[in-house]
């Protein structure tokens, strides 16, 4: 008999913020007994809850049961900085500049943002959680100002366009004289993550996708011509599995040996009062992500969005089995609170009110596994840092792909290579940390 048994569940340090600022969600509703369904779509993040609506529309009325380890907007969902980006974002790169063809990715990320954006309207989603408003890529010292510069020449080569912004303009947007100078780009969006994925949980209910949450899939096997897919309190018989678990791919045994396991860690502010706003002064919604990717990431959010707020993340850690330590987050903590100082003295010394980390998947050769893994199971994992869009995606083209169906988004993945092996371990962990470690300093400043 072919089985597959989850070696290990989700395990979340921290709270979701952006989940925890918008107030409590209903009690959750988990699976009881046995059932069949067309579908079972296990993880219900960007790329689950995208593959849901991706079949809904080419399979109406088809029986979808979905199925999430935790509560929704609790895992990696809810622990993003909330940039869907639509131009090329490598983070293993200097300058975020892809070694692909970036105008294909291009395409395929402003396909998943319209993709996400209908989404949006079809689900009366709050548009708060759904800001088009453009991001910055944020230089502090001059090797990071020659990324940008950089990054703008690869940019105006594909016909994008972008600005620059001198220490003048990035002081009035942001409140802090700490950034020499920013690119500006107009196409990425800016979420309220959680209420975006909330959002779409409601909508795809209302639609009659039965999302079951505090329900791990903990393994399925083959039952006939079909899959039987386990929780803990009951089963699902089903023809087809979407798998949409991105790093956790690796604990049903799938691409064991090939996947790097990444925590990136966050702290947000309380609400700022009116005397700390008026000392902070910038715009009310902002968002930077570092000219150098190993450097720090800043958003200021309003009260639309859960509060005015600043939120900060930076510090990675690799932790092959899946588990930050308390250790990792106290550390990434400390940093950020420095960098919170060096950038907003009027504000030096605040508490922040939320710390987390947050777990996302790369490998080597920046591909993803999206595809058929065995007959009636598919995945849309992996997602290289950049789960909002690519998750998006991965969802998108697993759908499809379930019901064989073709597009340029699975033609896209489904070109892609296997990704490379990792090295064994202990070198696989010490050496990857210390080599963020380097990074990270050399980025310091950023």
Known sequence: MIAHRARRLPVQLGPAAWNTILGPQPPARMLEGDRTADFVVVGAGFAGLSAARRLLQLQPGARIVMLEAGRVAEGAAGRNSGFMIDLPHDLQSDDYAGEGDDRVMIDLNRHAIRFAGEAVEEYGIDRNFFDRAGKVNGAVSAAAEAHNASYESHLRT?????????????????????????????????????????????????????????????????????????????????????????????????????????????????????????????????????????????????????????????????????????????????AMRRKFDQRFPQLAGMEMEHAWAGHLCLTLNGVSVTRQLDDGIYSGCVQNGLGTTRGTLTGIAAAEMSVGQTSFVTEHFGAEERPRRLPPQPFRQIGANAVLRLKEWRAREE
Request: charged share 20%; hydrophobic share 35%.
């Open 158 to 334: 594909l016909g994008e366009s972008c600005e620059m912004l001198d220490a003048q303009a990035m002081r009035e947007m942001t409140g802090s004289g700490h950034y020499r100078s920013g690119l500006y780009s107009p196409g990425t969006v800016m979420l309220q993550p959680a209420g975006y994925i909330r959002g779409l949980v409601a909508g795809l209910r209302e639609q009659g996708v039965d999302i079951c949450e505090e329900t791990p899939g903990t393994g399925f096997e083959r039952v006939g011509s079909d899959w039987q897919v386990q929780t803990p309190r009951g089963t699902i018989t089903t023809p087809r599995v979407i798998l949409t678990v991105n790093g956790h791919l690796e604990s049903f045994g799938f691409e064991t040996g090939r996947l790097m396991q990444l925590f990136l860690y966050a702290v947000m502010t309380p609400e700022l009062d009116e005397a700390a706003l008026k000392r902070l002064g910038g715009k009310p919604r902002w968002g930077i992500t570092p000219a150098d990717p190993m450097g720090t990431t800043v958003r200021r959010i309003d009260s639309g969005q859960g509060g005015n707020r600043l939120v900060v993340r930076t510090c990675a850690t690799l932790r092959p089995n899946m588990r930050p330590t308390s250790a990792d987050l106290a550390h990434a903590a400390r």
